[in-house]
């Protein structure tokens, strides 16, 4: 079983600024991917980016990148230079590589950028 | 499809109503997931489909929840005698293949019980 924490539910940041969303995850498996996805208001997931357990080397794409502590089981997005079209639910989520891609989200954070 | 398409977008239904949401995948897709996202939480798994094999199905929270992909294409979420904890919004997440290709979500079915 694995369980994700997201600790912030919201999260404000000014345009052109950068904010950190926190994501902690407790798995027992060796192998695993983890994920940020994004929820609009119109409920559509949108992935974000994604990490490779075994890669130590963190994942990035363009303004957002990843934070990825193995040992600490974090795994944290930044959000450079904020957009008004970023705001939205931020979902961290974790998936292990025997469970046919199943998804394991966290609580969520929302983001709201302002001008 | 150019992508997951869920339909309707928006359900009322009364307690003890049965509902059906549909769920059209993107063409091709093998893998076809159905989550329950609750206001305010993060989405939680339904069941899986591999084409039309239903090869996980641990996440339905009762006998009153039934999925079902007869040809490995559109799905459908069947839900009877709709309580009032039912009420969620229902997503669809489909895949090239099983595992850990990207997973495309639909916009969901927002299921109100009153």
């Known amino acids: 079983a694995q369980t994700v924490t997201q600790s912030q539910p919201e999260m404000s940041v000014q345009e052109a600024e950068t904010v950190t969303l926190s994501c902690t995850y407790d798995t027992s498996e060796n192998n695993y991917y983890l994920f940020w996805y994004k929820q609009p208001p119109s409920r559509q997931m949108i992935l974000v980016i994604r990490q490779e357990a075994y890669k130590q080397q963190n994942a990035t794409e363009n303004r957002f990148s990843v934070n990825f502590q193995k040992a600490a089981k974090s795994f944290s997005l930044k959000i450079s230079d904020s957009q008004l079209g970023d705001t939205a639910m931020y979902f961290c989520a974790a998936q292990t590589t025997d469970s046919w891609g199943k998804l394991q989200f966290g609580a969520g954070t929302q983001v709201v950028v302002t001008p | 499809g150019a992508g997951v398409s869920q339909s309707p977008r928006y359900k009322v239904a009364k307690r003890g109503q049965d509902v059906a949401l549909r769920c059209d995948p993107i063409s091709g897709h093998v893998s076809l997931f159905w989550y329950q996202q609750a206001l305010g939480q993060g989405p939680e798994f339904l069941t899986y489909?591999?084409?039309?094999?239903?090869?996980?199905k641990s996440g339905l929270p009762s006998d009153r929840f039934f999925a079902e992909r007869p040809e490995g294409s559109v799905s459908t979420l069947k839900i009877q005698r709709t309580q009032q904890e039912d009420s969620a919004v229902y997503l669809c997440?489909?895949?090239?293949?099983?595992?850990?290709?990207?997973?495309?979500f639909g916009q969901g079915t927002r299921l109100t019980v009153v």
């Open positions: 997440a489909s895949s090239s293949l099983g595992g850990h290709t990207e997973a495309f």
């Open positions: 489909f591999q084409n039309e094999a239903q090869l996980d």
